[in-house]
Nanobody
Framework: QVPLVESGGGLVQAGGSLRLSCEASDRYSMGWFRQPLGKEREFVAGISWNGYPVNYAKAVKGRFTISRDDSKNTVFLEMTDLKPEDTGIYYC???????????????????WGQGTQVTVSS
């Protein structure tokens, strides 16, 4: 069983919107990361197991919203006003420790999705 299953990536013009989904097998604290081509993986947003707190990278704050539907063990990343620099492979990640806070270091996450490509054209 794949622990995290992502969906929702695609190609969009600058200024457009996309919503990513990540279905988990349990109610974890979750994070979204992205990896532009040739660059390191970077934190985008995180949400605690109970929905609070949430945190965002400075580059996406005000444009992206992370949320969760615990009835479906699913976390969403709503992305608006997309820019070409948002292009990359987006990964969701989970911490299996109960009550863990969402943090910005990928090393602190235990489970990863397969990644979904987001491409923003100018």
């Amino acid at each position: 069983q794949v622990p995290l299953v992502e969906s929702g990536g695609g190609l969009v013009q600058a200024g457009g919107s996309l919503r990513l989904s990540c279905e988990a097998s349990d109610r974890y604290s979750m994070g979204w990361f992205r990896q532009p081509l040739g660059k390191e993986r970077e934190f985008v947003a995180g949400i605690s197991w109970n929905g609070y707190p949430v945190n965002y990278a400075k580059a996406v704050k005000g444009r992206f919203t992370i949320s969760r539907d615990d009835s479906k063990n699913t976390v969403f990343l709503e992305m608006t006003d997309l820019k070409p620099e948002d292009t990359g492979i987006y990964y969701c990640a989970a911490k299996v420790e109960y009550y863990a806070a969402p943090t910005g270091s990928p090393m602190e996450y235990d489970l990863w999705g397969q990644g979904t490509q987001v491409t923003v054209s100018s």
